[in-house]
């Protein structure tokens, strides 16, 4: 079976009223669109400000945390994130957006910061700037994921409430703070698509749940 009918038919809700933007600056933002698309949702690259707070999710790519943080600052978007995060909706941060959403970033200033986690940038070594390997990611179930890493950053803490995803050596490489989820490393860069299907579960169940505010049912 392909890896998309696969998940198409564990996946248990209707994504089709779903918009999920990614964050055009720089990346692999065709092919996060793409993933987004594959499970079911409507994706496209938010590349003006005003767009952030109609979505029902946001996808920021990996690439230059500096030049995302700079050019996000510079066009607006980071006011848009803090807003649509703050409204329950959910982000996902791969590797340079984890280093976005982290609350500190070791030898320098946080850039949004809004996950309870503490990052270091580049932290794999030379030895193991680009690698790719097996992970357990038991949220996705039981079959291995394949992490692409990419000069991936490193979560060195977390906080109260961070839930962990994954864990490569010791590390941890992936990780849900309520509506936040972060990986370290690509999983854009496969064509196994369950993190973007547990992204638009997050999705999803946030939009019932305004939904069901806005027609006066009780959601607790
Ligand atoms: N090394 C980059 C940074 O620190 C992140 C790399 C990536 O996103 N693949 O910003």
């Known amino acids: 079976m392909p890896q998309d009918a696969e998940n198409k038919i564990t996946a248990s809700g209707f994504y089709g009223d779903l918009k999920i933007g990614v964050l055009a600056i720089q990346g692999a933002v065709s092919e996060h669109i793409d993933a987004i698309e594959n499970c079911g949702a409507r994706a496209f690259p938010i590349r003006n400000a005003g767009l952030i707070p109609e979505l029902d999710g946001l996808i920021i790519p990996g690439g230059e945390s500096t030049t995302i943080g700079r050019l996000s600052r510079k066009y607006g978007y980071l006011n848009e994130i803090r807003s649509l995060a703050a409204a329950g909706k959910p982000v996902l941060g791969t590797c340079a957006g984890l280093i976005l959403l982290a609350r500190e970033v070791e ?26 390997t097996d992970l357990s990611i038991p949220v996705l179930g039981e079959k ?6 990419i000069r991936a950053p490193q979560i060195t803490s977390i906080g109260e409430g961070v839930e962990v995803l994954s864990i490569l050596d010791e590390v941890v490489v992936a990780a849900r703070e309520k509506n936040l989820l972060v990986t370290a490393f690509h999983p854009e860069l496969t064509d196994d698509t369950r993190l973007h299907c547990y992204f638009l579960e997050m999705a999803l169940e946030v939009k019932h749940k305004i939904f069901n505010v806005k027609i006066g049912q009780n959601v607790e």
């Open 144 to 149: 291995p994921f394949c992490g692409v890493f």
């Open 107 to 132: 030898e320098q200033e946080p850039i949004l910061p809004l996950m309870s986690i503490k990052t270091r940038r580049n932290a794999f070594g030379r030895q193991r700037e680009s690698f790719e």
